[in-house]
């Protein structure tokens, strides 16, 4: 097992200099989700049922290609990488039945991304629980070890499922993320995390269904990290840590009334049926329900549907061979019938609800049950589970905890759990511009504050105007940095998952060029984060085989800061260079500001040796892709998240901040002792904003280089700002070149083009 790269101190990260590490991260990759052979994209129908029968080999990307998508995320500023992986794609065939080539590709594909040292986080990923449920995450078999038939899910509504709807292209956006409250997910989740309190007679193979499904995805995992350990030069050296699972969900558990739609459920789109009108839906039963739309204000009830499914139900005919994936199902638990009327919540014969309250409260305790009681209990039960697997591999470990998405965090400090190798990871998403795929410069509002009962009124909750948006954003973020310390206790805490859509407007920008509405979106969510004061974040996300028509390929997201269709920026680095040039320095005097006046002339660099040659110039263009460039001009929003950041800082880093508008990059610390020599701070300062002859940079003492180079023999190039400074409280402000927001690519970019050409070559000029 390799040394420790990245430790916890407190609340922040530090590195093996003792450095504060800032991660900016981003989610690889959005695809991971799906199979690559077959190649099974959300929208294609065929051979979808086929689930054990399939590979994810190639996910996120082939070996081969890891390194020009490592070499490209590098050079925008990413130093951290939550790297998805699901259960699905472990463990497909059959209960431990290990996929062990899509292991040894992981492997293969880890190594590639040490080469550009990137720090990796694993998460085990989920959406809606699995494919075959609307989302992504768990394997087909666990759908019928609990009784459940895909196949009648369509009919039923018990899940939307982007592969079988009727016409693919009109899935309405955003409905996949309703499966969490409909008949599928409500009872694939209650069984995971509450099968022994309610569903005792789920007993298959001698265990409870809970602890059936919970110790299979947890030696799942736990297998993956054996062989990553087993490689020898991964574990702490590239592989950091481990999230515990994306957004759980706990199913019915805690729900008060299943015949009413809980207050707290602020999602309601298309059909909404109550947890009873999904029982009744998924029984094969017809009911009108109340449809629901999002629209300027949120959400509201737009009319009622019938669902009809003629008496199809959604779970597994009495005469299903069980057979099929060995497992023994106990006797006392019957195929072709309703779950849940097996436990007497309802009456087949008559349909009717006889235990509305059943999941209030714990049968075994008679303890009221709600999200925070369930976040305190099944969560963290199921966590140290698998905290604990992990850590008998991975002793290092850091463990990335991410309880239910916007619920109060579980209640750990000052106890056992109060891990100081724990990391609180919570998502955060501006689910205004998420829903109407649309940025909204006038009015935004304050979801954390409304669901913590900051504000009598919704009303009050509402943000107008875009400054008061973004600091809304950055509001919400601290609060919740905030939580997280009250109630977990001293941990860093890491947005593991933010973003914005990109197909805003009706796909605007994909038209015309012209990405205004996304940077604007992008820029306040990283100015939230950069002024919240947290450890870090992770983007989501990067999709290599993104196109403008069908997004990320997955249940219509289109979130990814990458797409085939989008030119990409001619100023990037080298992109796989892993013997890095030699390094262009600008060394500077004690003053406090880059002396540019007093030169007659500047020195010839990379970025202005093509007008100091007489001969004729060179012209570098970008290669087109598959989009056409002339009509498309757009560079994707890169102008908000290619953006300054501290990536090592001697000493304690109280604030720093990027005003995109005006080119400015603020820092500040605190340092105990004066900067070693070998352990600098320093910032990540791309040149798409700070060309290295343009970049005015202050300081309040000691002396700074700016450079482009791989650091320590790291692959992929990066230019950055190295300060050595003496204690007590120091600032930086560097200060470049503002950049224009609209589609028009000038002569600027050629000049752009031109430094990344000289980069390609090798150029050094000192």
């Not at 574990?235 to 207050?263: A, F, H, Y």
């Not at 001969?615 to 498309?632: F, K, V």
């Not at 343009?694 to 002396?703: L, T």
């Amino acid at each position: 097992m390799a040394n420790i790269r990245l430790r916890i101190d407190g609340d922040v990260f530090k590195d093996a200099e003792g450095r504060e590490v800032t991660l900016r991260g981003i989610n690889v990759a959005g695809d991971a989700k799906l199979p690559s052979s077959p190649d099974m994209l959300s929208h294609v129908s065929q051979g979808f049922f086929e689930g054990d029968d399939v590979s994810f080999t190639k996910r996120p990307f082939t070996v081969e290609e890891a390194h020009t998508h490592f070499a490209r995320l590098k050079s925008w500023g990413y130093n951290t990488i939550r790297y998805i992986f699901t259960w699905e794609a472990l463990e497909h065939a059959g209960p431990r039945q290990y996929d062990e080539e899509f292991i040894q590709h992981t492997i293969a594909v880890l190594r590639v991304a040490r080469e550009y040292g990137f720090y990796v986080n694993m998460d085990p990923h989920q959406d809606v629980w699995s494919r075959f449920t609307g989302g992504s995450g768990a394997p087909m078999w666990t759908v019928y070890a609990c009784g459940l038939d895909p196949l009648g899910f369509a009919a039923t509504e018990a899940a939307l499922v982007h592969n079988v709807y009727p016409e693919p292209a009109k899935y309405p956006k955003m409905v996949w993320s309703t499966n969490y409250t409909r008949y599928a997910c409500q009872v694939m989740w209650t069984m995971f995390f509450g099968g022994k309190a309610f569903t005792p007679k789920a007993i298959i193979d001698g265990k409870n269904i809970q602890d059936w499904l919970q110790d299979l995805f947890v030696d799942a995992c736990r297998h993956l990290a054996q062989r990553i350990d087993e490689a020898g030069d991964l574990l702490n050296d590239v592989v950091i840590g481990w999230e515990s699972v994306n957004e759980p969900n706990r199913g019915l558990i805690g729900w008060q009334d299943i015949s009413v739609i809980p207050s707290e459920q602020k999602l309601q789109k298309g059909t909404s049926p109550t947890a009873w009108q999904a029982i009744l839906t998924g029984s094969g039963r017809s009911c009108e329900i109340d449809t629901w739309d999002f629209g300027g204000l949120g959400p509201y009830k737009s009319g009622t549907a019938l669902v009809d499914p003629k008496g199809r139900t959604a779970y597994l005919p009495a005469d299903y061979d069980d057979t099929k994936y060995g497992w023994k199902r106990d006797s006392n638990w019957k195929l072709g019938e309703c779950i849940w009327a097996q436990h007497g919540i309802w009456e087949p014969s008559s349909d009717i609800l006889l235990k509305k309250n059943y999941f209030s409260k714990d049968p075994s305790t008679g303890e009221k049950v709600d999200y925070e009681y369930f976040t305190n209990n099944q969560f963290m039960n199921y966590y140290r589970k698998y905290r604990d697997a992990i850590r008998s591999v991975h002793h290092n470990a850091i463990m990335f905890c991410q309880p239910p998405v916007f619920e109060i965090p579980p209640s750990l400090k000052g106890t056992k759990d109060d891990d100081p190798n724990m990391v609180y990871a919570p998502h955060f998403y501006d689910g205004v511009t998420l829903m109407t795929k649309a940025w909204n410069r006038l009015w935004n509002v304050d979801v954390f504050g409304i669901l913590r009962g900051r504000y009598l009124s919704p009303v009050f909750a509402i943000k107008v105007g875009e400054t008061a948006i973004r600091n809304c954003f950055k509001e919400q973020l601290a609060a919740m940095k905030q939580e997280g310390l009250d109630y977990m206790g001293r941990h860093p805490t890491v947005f593991t998952e933010i973003g914005i859509p990109y197909d805003m407007d009706d796909k605007y920008a994909y038209k015309t060029g012209d990405y205004v509405s996304q940077i604007s979106a992008l820029d306040a969510n990283y100015y939230a984060l950069e002024g919240s004061g947290v450890a870090g974040s992770m983007l989501w996300c990067y999709t290599a085989i993104n196109t403008h028509e069908w997004g990320d390929q997955w249940n219509g997201e289109d979130l990814s800061i990458f797409s085939l269709d989008d030119r990409l920026l001619p100023s990037d680095p080298l992109h796989s260079s892993r013997n890095p040039s030699s390094v262009l320095s600008i060394p500077t005097s004690q003053s406090t500001t880059r002396p540019r006046s007093s030169l007659d002339k500047p020195p010839v660099s990379p970025s202005n040796l093509r007008s100091s040659l007489s001969t004729p110039p060179i012209e570098s263009s970008p290669p087109a892709s598959s989009a056409d460039l002339s009509q498309n001009p757009g560079y994707r929003a890169a102008e908000a998240y290619v953006r300054p950041s501290a990536i090592a800082t001697s000493g304690k880093l109280k604030s720093y901040g990027f005003d995109f508008r005006n080119a400015v990059f603020l820092l500040t610390l605190e340092a105990d002792v004066p900067t070693p020599e070998k352990a600098p701070t320093e910032i990540f300062l791309p040149d798409l904003h700070f060309p290295r002859e343009q970049a005015a940079v202050e300081v309040s003492g000691g002396k700074w280089t700016i450079g482009v180079d791989g650091d320590d023999g790291e692959g992929g190039l990066i230019q950055r700002l190295r300060w050595w400074h003496g204690e007590g409280e120091q600032t930086l402000k560097v200060t470049g070149v503002s950049r224009k927001t609209s589609a028009a690519a000038g002569a600027e970019d050629e000049d752009e083009g031109y430094l990344r050409q000289c980069q390609q070559s090798q150029c050094c000029v000192m």
